[in-house]
């Protein structure tokens, strides 16, 4: 199962794009990469996913890199209810398992 | 529409009781999972069931039985409950694998926030 390693936190400016970056070097060919994020306590939220090409949403932005190995999930214009935990995941192919990480906790601050 | 429900809520348990988690969803999905929460911890899958009538062990089973009882329910039971099982239960479902048709993105229900003394 390919592991994804996120940093364990960062802030954005209320206003500004916030850019979260999530490495998954041993990513497989047909694996896909999801971002989920998680609000206070509550369920998580699903945002985005992607296989190859960058993928955009009224949510958010995913930018992966040609090779894969890792992906940017991009909030362009972050307010103060984006403040959250963001999971990078990166979905197995076989059993439809998802495992998360610990995530990056980002605070965007007024 | 009410999506994935989680039975019960809150629940607090003496150490060697125990109990059951339930949990059904709506949306004709294929596949159902459990998840734990402890504090400042990501999520850990407990088991999973591809479809009905499957189950399989996830990151952390030991400690739990799972439940497949028809397409909409997947519920979870502990045992003997020990301290260590004190979390947040997550239950989520996914349609299908992203690739045919949808997103295959998982639904989660609101969680069970379990204590046990």
């Known amino acids: 199962d390919a592991k994804t390693t996120q940093p364990p936190s960062m802030d954005c400016a209320e206003g500004r794009a916030a850019n979260l970056p999530c490495n998954h070097s041993t990513i497989s060919g047909n694996e896909y990469v999801y971002w989920y994020r998680q609000i206070h306590s509550q369920g998580p939220q699903y945002i985005i996913h992607g296989l190859k090409n960058n993928e955009t949403n009224e949510m958010a932005s995913l930018i992966i890199t040609e090779d894969r190995k890792s992906s940017t999930l991009i909030l362009p214009h972050a307010t103060l209810r984006d403040t959250a935990v963001y999971y990078c995941i990166v979905r197995v192919k076989t059993g439809n398992q998802f495992y998360f990480g610990t995530g990056t906790s980002l605070t965007v601050i007024p | 529409n009410a999506g994935v429900t989680q039975t019960p809520k809150f629940q607090v348990l003496k150490t060697g009781q125990s109990m059951t988690l339930q949990c059904a969803q709506d949306?004709?999905?294929?596949?159902m999972y459990w998840y734990r929460q402890d504090p400042g911890m990501g999520l850990r899958l407990i088991y999973y069931?591809?479809?009905?009538?499957?189950?399989d062990k996830g990151e952390v089973p030991n400690g739990y039985n799972v439940s497949r009882l028809n397409k909409r329910e997947f519920s979870l039971r502990l045992e003997s409950a020990a301290p260590s099982q004190t979390s947040v239960y997550f239950c989520?479902?996914?349609?299908?694998?992203?690739?045919?048709?949808?997103?295959?993105?998982?639904?989660f229900g609101e969680g069970s926030r379990l204590t046990v003394l």
């Open positions: 989520a479902s996914s349609e299908r694998l992203a690739g045919t048709s949808g997103t295959g993105e998982l639904f």
């Open positions: 069931s591809a479809s009905e009538g499957t189950t």
């Open positions: 949306m004709n999905h294929n596949s």
